[in-house]
Structures are given as structure tokens and as C-alpha cells.
């Protein structure tokens, strides 16, 4: 391999998506280039994703003629970091291959007993370690590291002390490149909790950006008006005075497109942030919440700090103010919680109505407490990241499974938000939430619909065909459950409408679906509705620059016979946070 004069490093994120990007490797960069006197010295960065091919990768490092070689290292990307650094020390011999990251900073003698090829291994925070790698201090005397020295014995550094969050430079220069992907930011480090699944709680400094620095930054992001900016602040609002002055700036000068993105906990909401949130335009923030369980004794087990009733109170708070997405996280797979405590959870934080729940299931993580604690808890998983849970004394690999299938289900009928009113039905036919997603699963199991991709429309097909299976059974009298209503004909054709309802709320279709039949309104009424709209504008405001065909074009008319009502769905004025035209009802007899 040809060696250039110079010190060329490169700085390797791959990361889970084509949208996400690495903040870590650019930090890394960004604190070097500052912080290093060194005229030779080149640091490049190049970005990846798991679903590339590898041998395009290996191609594309080995043409970069790097020195040093750096992966940044995460349980989605880990075996192919591995595989890559593999191939590359064959042909890239003389290249030094370094790994950094939360998962290689806890078993770092382990991963280079298991990998020979790597020379060493940066733990924790990394910018001033990676900093002293590249000004060429001697390997015996950097903090945070693992290595392997001359005679290929592997050697321990003691840890470095947490950086000055102050000390670390912004990383964005511009932001031409991150189009279209998600912009990751951060204001703390450190956790003040102790979760025992989470890494964060291993490092209890917690340490915040001064907001002078925070303001300039935000001030950045709004001038060049991002999509969307993650903060990656572990429990964002820990500090309530750091809470209070980024929200109250990030309101006070909102751009009208950038939305921000914040994890905290919920139960730590007070009045003044609520009341402050409330005047924020919608979409302006969302929250994601972490709740993982409702079962006090696992809760207590897992060294959690939550207060459910307090949690609950402030999603009701911000659910019924209508500006702020919500995201709330269950996770499977922890002590103390069996399936039917995994249900009773499920069914807690379903009732919270969140915009999106998320069902996870444990992964545990080396250098976690969960970790230390495996043989007591029964606890089985993968030996390969992602460490995900197979089964514990609790829940069963059968019962992982299920929760599997309940999970993609989840995801399909609730979390895209696509069949809203149609499953509001079967929470009236159903005695619980997980009832339904449960015997949906069962449903696409009997029918041999899970190993298939299916399209939207079918989708909503196949939620039909499980609502009549459902009054086949009732006529039969077997019940999913006892609150089964009667009147099936008449029950179907009302989920039947409401599917078609929420596909129109969704969905501008000029092609009609096949399971939405034609549409009860005559063409008669629909041309007389247009062209009255075209002179008045009475139902569709804004569309006075078009005419009766442009306006026709924009908008859906749909008469619903067994919901007795006529609907307007308008295209051009839709939701912010849901994505849904605007609705109104229209009196067909008023023409």
C-alpha cells in the first residue's frame, strides 16, 4: 500500500441508516484538528451503512491510503466493523486499525484477544484520547486505552476523567450534506439515574454545555433551517433550569420548520415547562419517554426512578394541548415481568394514547448492571450484538416470540397512524389493547400473512377480512372476548367505512382501493358540491386561486352510510404532527 508523507487518518462511522449520521466521529475530528499542532497530520471522515455491501466498503477504505483506520463501534454495526477490520488487515498490513465506541469500552482486553488484527481500542469519551493518538504520544502514557505493544502483549491504560463538555467544538459547518437526514446534537453528558440496562448510568458526571455556546449553536441549526435536530442528552430534562432556557429559546426564535427532538422523563415535567410548551407551534418539539415498564417491583429491580402516575398525568397534559408528537418505550425482557405483566404495562402506556409505541426488548450490554446480574435474573441472550434478550426466569422464548409478532403488529396498525378510527372500533370489541395486537398475530399466523410484504391497501384489506373473522366467530359463539356486540352485517360495514376513512385521511387516491367498493356519494352531487365551492368557498378555505377541477384534485368528497355523515378531506391544510388532510362534515341535502 503506498504511504503518503503525511499522517492520514480515517475516521469510520457505519451507521444503522442511510438518514442517521455519526456525531461521534466528527466530534473526534473537530477536537484533533483543533487541539493538535501538527502540520502533517490529515483526518478524514467516511460514512457508511449496514445494509452496504462490505466488499464496497473494504474498497473504499483501502483506496483512502489511510495510516489509521478508526471505527466507531455501536451494537447494530459491531460484527460488520469486525468482519471489515478483518479483510482490511490483510490487505492494508501496515495500516493501524483503532476501534472506540460504547460497545468495545467495557470488554476492550476482550475485543482484541477476539480480533488480533485490531492495535487498540479507545474507551469512553474519546476526544482527548484520540487527540494524544494523533499528536504520536507514546501508547504507555494516553489514558483510555487498550492496546497491544511492541511485543504483542495486550495493555491496560486507566481510564481518562470526563471531558469539559465546553471544550468540545461544534462539529456543523454547513449543512448541505446532512439533507434529508437526521441531525444529532448534545448539551450534556452523563446521567444523574442508574438504570441498570443503560450505559449511561455507569458515568455519573454529569456535565452540561454552558448555554452561551448552546444558544450560538441553536442559532446555527434555525438559520439553516434543519429538518430535524436530536438532541442525544440522555434524560434532556434532569436540569430543569437547562431545560427551561433551551425550550424557551428554541420558542422564542422558531424558524417555523426546524423540529427538535428531546428524550426525557416525563414524571419531571413541572407546570412551568408545561405551560411553556403549551405556546410552542406544533411540531416545534417531540419527546420521546422512556416508561419500559409499569410493574413497581420491576421497576424497583432495574434501579428506575419513575413515578407512573406523575408520567401519566403530564402525557394526558401534553396529549390534550395537540402540539407535541409523543413517543413512549416499553422494553421486554426485564426481571420481575412475565407476559401477562408485560400485558398489564402494554395496556398502561396504551392508554396514554402516544403518537408511537415503541416496543423494545432488552439488550444487554457489557459493562451494564443487568450484565453483572444474569444468573440471578435467569437471563439468556444472543452472544452476538445486539445482546438481545432470548428468554429470562420469567418470559419464555415462546413468549419472546409472540411479543415479537405483537410487536410488528404494533408497528403496521398502530404506529403508522394509518388506520386510527378502524382500530378504535376493535378497542370497543377487544377487553384490552394487547388483546387485539395479540390476536392479529394469531390471525396473520392462521393465515400466513407474516412473511409476506404487503402494500398499504392490502393492509387495510386485511384488517377487514380480520374484523369479519372476528363476527364469524361471534355468529358461531366463539367470542374473542365477552364484550363482543352484536348486529355483525351492520359491525362490518361501520369498520368498512372507518377504514375507508382513515385511508382518505391519509391518502389524496384518484385510483379508488378495492376494499372501499364505490362510493356511496352520486357524481351528480359531487359536481354540483364543486362547483359551488368554486364560487363561495365555504368548505375549503385557501383555494381561491383555484378552480372547481383544481379543487377537485386537492380534496376528497365521501359519503358514509353507516357513519351518517357526508366528509370533506382537504389535502392542502393537513396536520402537522400526524400528517391527516383537515376534515369537515358537509349536509348533502344543502344543494
Known amino acids: 500500500m503506498k504511504k503518503c508523507q503525511s499522517m492520514k487518518i480515517l475516521l469510520v462511522g457505519i451507521n444503522a441508516k442511510y438518514i442517521h449520521s455519526n456525531l461521534a466521529v466528527r466530534t473526534l475530528r473537530s477536537y484533533a484538528e483543533k487541539n493538535v499542532r501538527r502540520e502533517d497530520?490529515?483526518?478524514?471522515?467516511?460514512?457508511?451503512?449496514?445494509?452496504?455491501?462490505?466488499?464496497?466498503?473494504?474498497r473504499d477504505i483501502y483506496e483512502k491510503e489511510a495510516d489509521m483506520v478508526c471505527f466507531s463501534c455501536y451494537i447494530w454495526n459491531m460484527g460488520y466493523v469486525e468482519t471489515i477490520a478483518r479483510e482490511l488487515s490483510k490487505i492494508c498490513p501496515d495500516t493501524s486499525i483503532w476501534l472506540g465506541g460504547p460497545e468495545v469500552s467495557y470488554d476492550a482486553r476482550e475485543v482484541l484477544i477476539r480480533n488480533p488484527e485490531i492495535k487498540g481500542v479507545m474507551r469512553g469519551e474519546g476526544e482527548c484520547t484520540f487527540a494524544e493518538l494523533c499528536a504520536g504520544e507514546a501508547l504507555t502514557g494516553i489514558l483510555g486505552i487498550t492496546f497491544r505493544d511492541g511485543d504483542g502483549r495486550i495493555c491496560e491504560n486507566e481510564w481518562r476523567e470526563p471531558a469539559d463538555l465546553d471544550e468540545v467544538p461544534f462539529v456543523y459547518e454547513d449543512l448541505e450534506e446532512?439533507?434529508?437526514?437526521?441531525?444529532?446534537?448534545?448539551?450534556?453528558?452523563?446521567?444523574?439515574?442508574?438504570?441498570?440496562?443503560?450505559?449511561?448510568?455507569?458515568?455519573?458526571k454529569l456535565r452540561f454545555r454552558s448555554f452561551s455556546l448552546v444558544k450560538e449553536e441553536l442559532d446555527f441549526f434555525l438559520e439553516q433551517r434543519a429538518e430535524q435536530v436530536k438532541f442525544v442528552d440522555r434524560t434532556f430534562n434532569c436540569s430543569h433550569s437547562h431545560a427551561m432556557k433551551i425550550w424557551k429559546y428554541i420558542a422564542e426564535h422558531d424558524n417555523g420548520i426546524t423540529n427538535f427532538h428531546f428524550e426525557i422523563s416525563a414524571d419531571l415535567l413541572n407546570e412551568?415547562?408545561?405551560?411553556?410548551?403549551?405556546?410552542?407551534?406544533?411540531?416545534?418539539?417531540?419527546?420521546?419517554?422512556?416508561?419500559?415498564?409499569?410493574?413497581?417491583?420491576?421497576?424497583?429491580?432495574?434501579?428506575r426512578t419513575m413515578d407512573f402516575e406523575k408520567l401519566s398525568q403530564a402525557v394526558r397534559i401534553l396529549k390534550d394541548m395537540g402540539n407535541v408528537h409523543q413517543h413512549l418505550d416499553l422494553i421486554a425482557g426485564l426481571p420481575y415481568e412475565d407476559i401477562q405483566s408485560f400485558a398489564r404495562s402494554f395496556d398502561d402506556v396504551y392508554g396514554l394514547r402516544p403518537h408511537q409505541l415503541q416496543l423494545g426488548f432488552l439488550k444487554v450490554l457489557k459493562?451494564?448492571?443487568?450484565?453483572?446480574?444474569?444468573?440471578?435474573?435467569?437471563?439468556?441472550?444472543?452472544?452476538?450484538?445486539?445482546?438481545?434478550?432470548?428468554?429470562?426466569?420469567?418470559?419464555?422464548?415462546?413468549?419472546?416470540?409472540?411479543?415479537?409478532?405483537?410487536?410488528e403488529?404494533?408497528?403496521?396498525?398502530?404506529?403508522?397512524?394509518?388506520?386510527?378510527?378502524?382500530?378504535?372500533?376493535?378497542?370497543?370489541?377487544?377487553?384490552?389493547?394487547f388483546c387485539i395486537y395479540e390476536r392479529l398475530w394469531e390471525y396473520y399466523r392462521e393465515k400466513g400473512l407474516w412473511k409476506i410484504q404487503h402494500k398499504r391497501s392490502a393492509r387495510y384489506e386485511i384488517l377487514l377480512d380480520f374484523?369479519?373473522?372476528?363476527?364469524?366467530?361471534?355468529?358461531?359463539?366463539?367470542?374473542?372476548?365477552?364484550?363482543?356486540?352484536?348486529?355483525?352485517?351492520?359491525?362490518?360495514?361501520?369498520?368498512?367505512?372507518?377504514?375507508?376513512?382513515?385511508?382518505?385521511?391519509?391518502?389524496?387516491a384518484k385510483t379508488r382501493p378495492d376494499f372501499a367498493?364505490?362510493?356511496?356519494?352520486?357524481?351528480?352531487?359531487?359536481?354540483?358540491?364543486?362547483?359551488?365551492?368554486?364560487?363561495?368557498?365555504r368548505y375549503f378555505p385557501g383555494y381561491g386561486a383555484y378552480d372547481k377541477n383544481q379543487i377537485r384534485k386537492m380534496t376528497h368528497l365521501e359519503y358514509f352510510p353507516a357513519l351518517k355523515k357526508t366528509v370533506l378531506f382537504d389535502y392542502l391544510h393537513r396536520n402537522p404532527l400526524n400528517y391527516e388532510a383537515r376534515t369537515c362534515e358537509w349536509n348533502c341535502n344543502s344543494l
Not at 497530520?41 to 473494504?58: P, R, S
Not at 446532512?178 to 455519573?204: N, Q, V, W
Not at 411553556?276 to 416508561?291: A, D, F, S
Open 178 to 204: 446532512f439533507a434529508h437526514k437526521i441531525i444529532y446534537y448534545e448539551t450534556s453528558r452523563g446521567c444523574p439515574f442508574s438504570c441498570s440496562y443503560c450505559l449511561s448510568s455507569i458515568d455519573k
Open 409 to 433: 403488529m404494533v408497528e403496521v396498525y398502530y404506529n403508522s397512524r394509518q388506520f386510527e378510527h378502524a382500530v378504535s372500533m376493535l378497542e370497543e370489541i377487544f377487553d384490552s389493547p
Open 467 to 508: 374484523m369479519k373473522s372476528i363476527c364469524v366467530r361471534e355468529a358461531e359463539g366463539g367470542r374473542p372476548d365477552e364484550s363482543v356486540q352484536p348486529d355483525a352485517d351492520f359491525q362490518i360495514r361501520r369498520f368498512r367505512e372507518l377504514l375507508i376513512y382513515d385511508y382518505y385521511l391519509r391518502e389524496n
Open 367 to 407: 459493562g451494564s448492571y443487568m450484565e453483572e446480574n444474569r444468573e440471578a435474573y435467569g437471563l439468556v441472550c444472543m452472544d452476538e450484538p445486539p445482546y438481545e434478550v432470548l428468554y429470562t426466569r420469567w418470559l419464555s422464548f415462546k413468549d419472546i416470540l409472540k411479543l415479537k409478532g405483537i410487536e
Open 517 to 537: 367498493g364505490e362510493n356511496p356519494l352520486g357524481k351528480e352531487q359531487a359536481r354540483r358540491f364543486y362547483e359551488k365551492e368554486a364560487e363561495n368557498h
Open 272 to 303: 412551568e415547562e408545561l405551560e411553556l410548551i403549551k405556546g410552542m407551534r406544533p411540531g416545534l418539539i417531540q419527546l420521546e419517554i422512556g416508561v419500559q415498564s409499569t410493574n413497581e417491583r420491576t421497576i424497583q429491580e432495574i434501579r
Open 41 to 58: 497530520l490529515e483526518i478524514e471522515i467516511e460514512e457508511y451503512t449496514i445494509n452496504q455491501q462490505k466488499e464496497d466498503i473494504l
